[in-house]
Structure formats: structure tokens, C-alpha cells
């Protein structure tokens, strides 16, 4: 009898303590001073990135108030490719943030056949993933939403229709008519959401100034050096007719605003762009761009890490709609120095 009940003791131990095993599984992990803790990877598609960095301040302020006002604590860490190009370097980075096994991994991408199965891998892994600003999808449309937790972003065709009236009110401030003229058309590469800015810059103006002639896109490759020269050649072909250059990133207007510098133009020219940085915003100081369609990347990078903060500490995504659009503002020479907008181009962790 004494031989059956120290089996029995026996077999109760050994379950507990596979039960205790399988629990801890499912917990996270606990700091040193019994803290839960997660880990959080931002896979970034460029480390060298004004944008990307200024989405990833808004990470890290979101990580400072939830420790703060949850009493956790984020491993967090970055990884990704130097330049946005880089599309192999990307997708090592992704593969290499599911290896590390994190509780979430936030990220954008700029190629999104490639990026596809590796969402599916980290939504089967059971690891939390939000996209923000580039999805793999355009916009809210909804593509492939069963392998992510949450998208951020703000719409391309926005952009592209608030370029297109910034576009047209710098026009009417320099006394130039709508009747006739030509419009420089520059982006880095040929991607099915950043498209979108594109095409909504040139359904606006065909709704609203006709008689407009806009090139066709040059691609530079996200290289500012060939963004110069593709500026400073629709500057030599179209002479006169040129009314102004139309920028769809960051990168691109870097080289449109050094190729207005070196022949001096910023009377009777127009141009925007998108995304802020330091060579952009000298240029709109200095005249010679006429205005930056400015996303808020430091609410998309909070909003993206409070989601998956709130996600694993809640048990549940806490967003009502799966796609979330945070509109961009318009950026003048009159407004610029206010201090909401230079914040949105300059944010910091407070």
C-alpha cells in the first residue's frame, strides 16, 4: 500500500511540475525585480533614414510611457538594412528578428512579395506583428490582414492629392497661371503603395488644373544623386514651360532641392515634396521649395508599439478597425516655426 501511494505522490509531482512548464510558456518573462517583461523587435527598412528614425521615436516614447505607467518592462532593440534598397538586407533582418523569438515585432516594408510569407511565419510563431507607415497591402485595403495585428499608416493618395494642392496654392502665391506649363514628376522606385502618391498628385491636378502637362516618373532608385540628376535634366528639357517639380519622398527632393540650388531657382518655380529632413527644410527656409507634405511619423511609430504593448498586455488587439490612418499636414515657410510642426519634423523622446 506504502509502495502505491509514493506512486501516486510520485505521478501528481511530475504532473505539477509539467503543468507548472507549460503555464510559464504562455507568461512572459520577469526582470529582476519581478517586472513582466517583452521583447520587442522593430525591424526597420532603413537605419539610415530620417523618416525611420523619427517613426522610431515615437516607438521609444511609447516604451517609456507604458513601462512608466504599466510597470513593465520592453527589451527592445532595431534591426534592418542600411538603406531602404536594400530589399534582401530587409527581409534577412525579418527572418532574423522571428529567430530571436521576440513577443512582438514591429515594421514596415517597402517590398511586399518577399515580405509575405515572412509575416506568415511570425503570425504562426504566435508573435504579435504591426505594420506601420508600409504594409502589405495599400492602404486600408485589407490585403493579407490575417497575418498581422494592426496597420498605421497614412494614406498614399492623400499625400499625393495634399502635394497637388499645396502644389497649386505655391502657384497661385508666385502669379503663375494654370493655362499652360509643365510639372516634373520624381519618385525613389516603383513600389504598388507608394504608387498611390503618384497617382493621387495627378488626379487632383486633372481635376483641378487640366491644362497642366505632368512628365512621366522618373525613378532615381532612392538615390539623391541620380534624384539630382533627373532634376537638373527636366530642368534643361523644359526650360521656360517648366512650372515645377513635383518630389514623392525624401530622398528624391533632397536631389530636386540641390539641383534648384546650383541654378538658382526659387522665383516663379514650384516644388513639393513629402517627409521631412534636415536638407528639405533648409530648402523651404531658404525658398527653395515651396512645401513639405509631412506625415506624422513619431504618432505612427507610438501608436504602432502602444498597439502591441496593449495587445500583449490585454490579451486582445484593442483597435476597433485593423487599418488606422494618421493624416500628414501641409508645411509652409509661414507655419513651419510653429511649434506642433516642428516637433512633427524634429520629434524627440521627452
Known amino acids: 500500500m506504502k509502495k502505491v501511494l509514493a506512486l501516486i505522490l510520485a505521478l501528481v509531482m511530475v504532473a505539477a511540475l509539467f503543468a507548472g512548464c507549460a503555464g510559464d510558456e504562455d507568461k512572459p518573462a520577469e526582470g529582476n525585480d519581478g517586472a513582466k517583461s517583452y521583447k520587442i523587435i522593430y525591424v526597420t527598412p532603413s537605419t539610415a533614414s530620417d523618416f525611420w528614425s523619427q517613426v522610431e521615436t515615437g516607438i521609444k516614447q511609447a516604451t517609456k510611457d507604458y513601462e512608466a ?20 538586407g530587409y527581409v534577412k533582418a525579418f527572418e532574423n528578428a522571428i529567430a530571436a523569438k521576440p513577443d512582438a515585432i514591429l515594421t514596415a516594408t517597402l517590398n511586399i512579395d518577399p515580405t509575405v510569407p515572412k509575416a506568415k ?12 507607415n508600409c504594409g502589405l497591402g495599400n492602404g ?42 509643365v510639372i516634373g514628376m520624381q519618385m525613389n522606385m516603383e513600389n504598388a503603395a507608394l504608387d498611390f502618391r503618384m497617382q493621387g498628385f495627378a488626379d487632383y491636378m486633372a481635376a483641378n488644373a487640366p491644362a ?3 512628365t512621366d516618373i522618373q525613378y532615381n532608385g ?32 533632397d536631389g530636386v532641392c540641390a539641383a534648384l540650388r546650383n541654378a538658382d531657382m ?30 506624422d511619423a513619431f504618432t505612427q511609430g507610438y501608436r504602432t508599439m502602444e498597439n502591441a504593448i496593449r495587445t500583449l498586455t490585454e490579451g486582445k488587439n484593442p483597435e476597433a478597425e485593423q487599418q488606422v490612418n494618421i493624416p500628414p499636414v501641409i508645411v509652409t515657410a509661414d507655419n513651419i ?10 520629434p524627440y523622446v521627452k
Open 69 to 88: 505607467k504599466l510597470g513593465i518592462k520592453i527589451d527592445y532593440s532595431v534591426m534592418g538594412p542600411a538603406q531602404e534598397a536594400d530589399a534582401e
Open 121 to 132: 511565419e511570425a503570425h504562426d510563431a504566435g508573435i504579435v506583428l504591426n505594420f506601420v
Open 140 to 181: 486600408n485595403d485589407g490585403a493579407y490582414a490575417e497575418y498581422y495585428n494592426e496597420f498605421y499608416y497614412c494614406s498614399n493618395t492623400t499625400i499625393g492629392e495634399m502635394a497637388a494642392e499645396a502644389f497649386l496654392a505655391a502657384m497661385e502665391k508666385e502669379g503663375l497661371s494654370t493655362d499652360a506649363g
Open 212 to 214: 497642366l502637362t505632368l
Open 222 to 253: 532612392n538615390d539623391s544623386a541620380d534624384a539630382q540628376a533627373d532634376a537638373e535634366g527636366t530642368i534643361s528639357t523644359y526650360s521656360s514651360d517648366l512650372i515645377g517639380i513635383y518630389a514623392g519622398n525624401n530622398v528624391t527632393c
Open 266 to 295: 526659387k522665383d516663379g518655380v514650384v516644388s513639393v515634396g513629402v517627409d521631412s529632413d534636415d536638407i528639405e527644410i533648409a530648402a523651404l527656409k531658404d525658398g527653395y521649395l515651396s512645401a513639405i507634405i509631412v506625415q
Open 337 to 346: 516655426d510653429s511649434e506642433e510642426i516642428q516637433f512633427m519634423m524634429s
